[in-house]
């Protein structure tokens, strides 16, 4: 049974940190791309951060601030989020995207992440 549990979502004050866990279970996880996605409301979801390959690439809008890290060992993925703004207030999803066909993808249920003062 696959599962991403996120984790580690909650209010902050502009110009604060949140560090985003995501558990991964039931896949082999090295064979998988790891992403994260957020989506405010009336928005679409959009790719924020992602780690695939050794290789990282970042939305412009967080460029800088956000870090995306993986553990294979422990099947887990990080995004650390500095400097917020309330821009990037939205329910954060972890996702995994297959490297081989027939490239199945999965999600996690999301964390909302609030940044208000």
């Known amino acids: 049974q696959v599962q991403l549990v996120e984790s580690g979502g909650g209010l902050v004050q502009p110009g604060g940190s949140l560090r985003l866990s995501c558990a991964a279970s039931?896949?082999?996880?090295?064979?998988?791309?790891m992403n994260w996605y957020r989506q405010a409301p009336g928005k679409e979801r959009g790719l924020v951060a992602a780690s695939s390959g050794g290789t990282t690439n970042y939305a412009d809008s967080v460029k800088g601030r956000f870090t995306i890290s993986r553990l294979d060992a422990a099947n887990m993925v990080y995004l650390e989020m500095n400097s917020l703004k309330p821009e990037d207030t939205a329910v954060y999803y972890c996702?995994?995207?297959?490297?081989?066909?027939?490239?199945?993808?999965?999600w996690g249920q999301g964390t909302q992440v609030t940044v208000s003062s």
């Open positions: 996702n995994a995207q297959g490297y081989f066909l027939p490239r199945y993808s999965y």
């Open positions: 039931g896949f082999t996880f090295t064979t998988y791309a």
